[in-house]
């Protein structure tokens, strides 16, 4: 693994000179080990805000502002071996499929995808892909149980959320 | 290109032991190990000699062998040449101490805690930190991929002693360095580079004058060049450059041959006599591996680096890492730096019981040397022959007992520590003149950080290091425009309340959303995904490995509020940065000092363990046609000292007309803007560390 500041400094020999890709985009990863998908049904939590705002300011105050800290919600096993995960979408009646990099982890709807994974095992970075909505890209922690919803974009809702820009944006 | 090395003049200030460690100034350990003789001190232990052997010395630390220990019990000593096992817990009785060696090492601010009630309190990047230094796994804490390494003792994270021992063990069998031609590699000052383009340009242009100045030597009938020059003074120049060029050219030769000699370039990938792809990113692992700050460049420094024997940098790679285990081992801050940094001036001193001033100890060399003797590790061949009797699964539990420099008298369980940052010399003018040509804002002094001991009635300064302060820094602000801000650091009394273990920074809205997302081999796809590389936690946060926030405290009767204004003391991967750079306002440390200052201030203050801190941010973003969650729950593993320790930035030294810094954004020069006036500027205290634009 070469660090960004490597990378930048032969970024700019590359830019320079050959147009090529800087390698600090060059990040490398494994093959994913088997991954049991356990679909349960469930009630989807309650999505969290309209994306097109940061959500949840903590932390980003003003000027004069100490921070207000608040203790993590402990784990009932911090040792444990596995995490448990579970991803839901909004709206439900998105048939999603969920992708890990070339992996099809399985379809995402009314029912949440349920999977366990080695804890510390690395994040999972995720992308969601859903018949009418923009492609979706998050990221699943390890290192503790993670619950997540991905609130679905349609192509005409884009220009809610930050940094759209309409020149650019391909057609869907 | 930069001929400075870290540990030449004033930019010395950097003056950190780590960097002062890699230049090895360092005499040999005064007490050498038993049958060392001083005059010879890289000879094989065992050689076989016709002399009878000296009497063992007197050992008063030795402990007696110890057998069928469970491996926590386990600590090696060398005693009269040989190693031993003895008890941990009997060298602990003894007054020794424990020096972890083990590949599970993480430094102090990365271990888990217990809370009041008995619950633990994971310092989740314990792991990571592990995984990187171990080469086991990358910044996310997913597997390296075969044959991959980390090198990022330069972001603070040493490698492991089994990584230490792989390149010792793999370097020690190596025969290519035989062929190297070191007079040719010295023979320069430094290879002038560039990039592919122009390189083909100078070299047939350097080639082309080679061979015009030879035709000349041949059409005067003279046998060499320096005849040529004294006969026909007009080519002198042109003589000085090729030979010049010549010289490079050989002195590139054997760097070539170097890379590929110590594994890091594959010859068949590599076009010779180019500085290509693969010959630079070769050169950047070798830097990173030998903790060199010349970024692909080749100067001075780094040629000495490729002129040196692989096992010899191996041998300082394992100096500066038994460095670290050291100075956490002790708890020891005091590295020297605060005399190098008054070398022009007294020596900081404290005075003792007895009313003598003592001069302040380089604790962490003092300490380094002690475990180096007591490991019997004078040269690396002595390294050689401790990894070659150590298989790899030992560094599960290796651990060796020694005994470190007595603590000065200022040390206890409360020290009386404060900070303080100077800002050096400030120019608050604009950079840029009314025809936006760049005008000089020559700087004497650099900002620096010390740390100092209230003692006996004095201050007695323990390390100072070169830091960072705000600047002129580019901006995207509200209205998609990017104008030029200053940045200022904050200058008053203030206190380090919450220090903050792998620490998350929220980036502002004003930064790039471009940045924001990055390319990453996922399950065998390459997929975009959100970049948090900046974001954190981790070592390329733009907070570091570690920071401490910097308040303001408020006394109304006996409660105090604190405010904060983003300003935090933090380490950086940006090492760069500390040779004279700006920041956007936050004081930034090298990595590795940062992770030993704070563990070294939680260990001598009263301090709470509070664990990790919810965040729970998300931000979903727009970037070509896709959407990208951020998700930060986490805002780092935090400590709360308590009372708070105070420190103080220093205004210093105001050059140039404008007395205050410029408040609001001004227009870049050359840049025609669609905003009549630019808006009015974001104010978040995560606008003063990373993200944003560069400096002007």
């Given at each position: 693994m070469r660090p960004p500041m490597a990378g930048w400094a032969l970024a700019a020999f590359l830019a320079a000179c050959q147009g090529k890709q800087p390698p600090s985009t060059r990040v490398t990863g494994t093959e994913a080990p088997a991954l049991p998908v356990v679909p349960v049904p469930a009630a989807a939590p309650p999505v969290t805000g309209p994306a097109a705002v940061a959500v949840a300011a903590a932390g980003a105050g003003k000027p004069g502002a100490a921070e207000e800290l608040r203790a993590e919600e402990r784990e009932q096993n911090p040792r444990s071996e596995k995490v448990k995960i579970k991803l839901f979408v909004s709206p439900p009646g998105a048939r999603s499929i969920v992708w890990w990099g070339r992996r099809k982890l399985g379809a995402l709807g009314p029912m949440p995808l349920e999977f366990e994974r080695p804890r510390n095992s690395g994040p999972v970075d995720l992308m969601v892909e859903a018949e009418g909505y923009l492609r979706f890209h998050t990221r699943i922690f390890t290192d503790r149980d993670d619950k997540l919803t991905v609130r679905l974009y349609r192509p005409d809702e884009a220009t809610r959320l930050i940094g759209y820009r309409r020149s650019t944006a391909p057609e869907k | 290109m930069s001929n400075d090395g870290p540990c030449r003049g004033v930019v010395a200030l950097v003056g950190c032991a780590w960097v002062a460690l890699a230049c090895d100034r360092r005499e040999p350990a005064p007490s050498p190990?038993?049958?060392?003789?001083?005059?010879?001190?890289?000879?094989?232990?065992?050689?076989?000699?016709?002399?009878?052997?000296?009497?063992?010395?007197?050992?008063?630390?030795?402990?007696?062998?110890?057998?069928?220990?469970?491996?926590?019990?386990?600590?090696?000593?060398?005693?009269?040449?040989?190693?031993?096992?003895?008890?941990?817990?009997?060298?602990?009785?003894?007054?020794?101490?424990?020096?972890?060696?083990?590949?599970?090492?993480?430094?102090?601010?990365?271990?888990?805690?217990?809370?009041?009630?008995?619950?633990?309190?994971?310092?989740?990047?314990?792991?990571?930190?592990?995984?990187?230094?171990?080469?086991?796994?990358?910044?996310?804490?997913?597997?390296?991929?075969?044959?991959?390494?980390?090198?990022?003792?330069?972001?603070?994270?040493?490698?492991?002693?089994?990584?230490?021992?792989?390149?010792?063990?793999?370097?020690?069998?190596?025969t290519c360095e035989q062929g190297a031609d070191i007079g040719k590699l010295l023979a320069v000052d430094g290879l002038d580079t560039w990039g592919a383009t122009t390189e083909k340009k100078e070299l047939a242009k350097g080639r082309q004058r080679g061979e015009r100045i030879e035709q000349a030597r041949d059409k005067a009938g003279l046998a060499t060049l320096d005849e040529l020059a004294a006969a026909e003074?007009?080519?002198?120049?042109?003589?000085?450059?090729?030979?010049?060029?010549?010289?490079?050219?050989?002195?590139?030769?054997?760097?070539?041959?170097?890379?590929?000699?110590?594994?890091?370039?594959?010859?068949?990938?590599?076009?010779?006599?180019?500085?290509?792809?693969?010959?630079?990113?070769?050169?950047?692992?070798?830097?990173?591996?030998?903790?060199?700050?010349?970024?692909?460049?080749?100067g001075r420094t780094t040629l000495e680096a490729l002129a040196r024997p692989i096992l010899a940098n191996d041998f300082a790679a394992l100096r500066r890492g038994l460095a670290e285990r050291a100075a956490h081992a002790g708890g020891f801050v005091e590295d020297g730096s605060a005399s190098l940094a008054a070398r022009a001036g007294k020596p900081p001193a404290y005075k003792n019981a007895t009313g003598e001033r003592v001069p302040v100890p380089d604790l962490v060399g003092a300490a380094t040397e002690a475990v180096l003797a007591r490991l019997g590790l004078v040269s690396p061949e002595d390294a050689v022959a401790f990894f070659a009797r150590h298989p790899k699964q030992d560094f599960r539990w290796l651990k060796v007992a020694v005994r470190l420099p007595d603590l000065p008298e200022y040390y206890g369980p409360h020290m009386d520590l404060a900070g303080e940052i100077d800002r050096g010399d400030i120019w608050y003018?604009?950079?840029?003149?009314?025809?936006?040509?760049?005008?000089?804002?020559?700087?004497?002094r650099y900002p620096s950080f010390t740390l100092y001991v209230k003692w006996r009635g004095e201050r007695v300064p323990l390390l100072r290091w070169r830091t960072t302060i705000g600047g002129w820094r580019a901006e995207l602000a509200a209205d998609g425009e990017e104008y030029f801000r200053y940045k200022d650091s904050d200058v008053g009394p203030r206190v380090w309340r919450h220090i903050v273990a792998a620490p998350v920074w929220i980036p502002p809205l004003s930064s790039p959303l471009g940045s924001m997302v990055k390319t990453k081999l996922v399950n065998g796809a390459n997929v975009r995904i959100t970049n948090y590389d900046e974001v954190g936690p981790g070592y390329l946060s733009a907070y570091g490995l570690v920071a401490g926030i910097h308040v303001e405290m408020r006394k109304r009767g006996g409660d105090a509020t604190y405010f904060d204004n983003g300003i935090r003391t933090h380490g950086s991967f940006d090492y760069m940065s500390l040779r004279g750079r700006f920041s956007h306002g936050c004081h930034r440390l090298f990595n590795n000092l940062a992770v030993r200052l704070y563990s070294?201030?939680?260990?001598?203050?009263?301090?709470?363990?509070?664990?990790?801190?919810?965040?729970?941010?998300?931000?979903?973003?727009?970037?070509?046609?896709?959407?990208?969650?951020?998700?930060?729950?986490?805002?780092?593993?935090?400590?709360?000292?308590?009372?708070?320790?105070?420190?103080?930035?220093?205004?210093?030294?105001?050059?140039?007309a404008v007395k205050q810094p410029i408040a609001g954004y001004v227009n870049k020069p050359g840049v025609t803007y669609t905003s009549h006036a630019p808006p009015a500027v974001g104010a978040g205290p995560e606008s003063k560390a990373g993200g944003g634009g560069e400096a002007p």
């Open positions: - | 190990p038993p049958g060392t003789s001083p005059g010879e001190p890289s000879l094989p232990r065992k050689s076989a000699s016709t002399k009878p052997p000296a009497p063992p010395k007197p050992d008063p630390d030795a402990l007696p062998p110890a057998v069928d220990l469970p491996p926590e019990r386990r600590a090696i000593q060398i005693v009269n040449g040989e190693e031993r096992v003895v008890d941990a817990d009997a060298a602990r009785a003894r007054g020794l101490t424990i020096v972890d060696l083990s590949d599970d090492w993480a430094p102090f601010i990365f271990q888990d805690a217990v809370a009041a009630d008995g619950a633990i309190l994971l310092n989740r990047y314990r792991a990571v930190f592990v995984g990187l230094a171990t080469d086991r796994s990358d910044g996310d804490g997913q597997p390296l991929s075969p044959g991959d390494k980390n090198f990022l003792e330069l972001y603070g994270i040493p490698p492991s002693l089994s990584v230490l021992r792989e390149r010792f063990v793999t370097d020690a069998a190596r003074p007009r080519f002198a120049k042109d003589i000085k450059a090729h030979l010049r060029f010549v010289a490079e050219r050989a002195a590139f030769t054997e760097v070539e041959k170097r890379l590929a000699c110590e594994g890091l370039m594959d010859p068949a990938k590599h076009k010779p006599d180019v500085y290509d792809t693969p010959m630079r990113l070769a050169m950047l692992d070798f830097q990173q591996k030998n903790v060199l700050m010349e970024q692909g460049d080749i003018d604009f950079p840029y003149n009314a025809k936006g040509e760049r005008v000089p804002q020559p700087r004497r070294f201030v939680l260990k001598h203050r009263k301090a709470r363990t509070l664990g990790p801190m919810a965040l729970n941010f998300r931000r979903t973003f727009w970037h070509e046609g896709e959407v990208f969650d951020m998700r930060l729950p986490t805002r780092g593993f935090y400590f709360e000292l308590d009372p708070p320790l105070p420190v103080e930035t220093l205004e210093g030294e105001i050059k140039g």
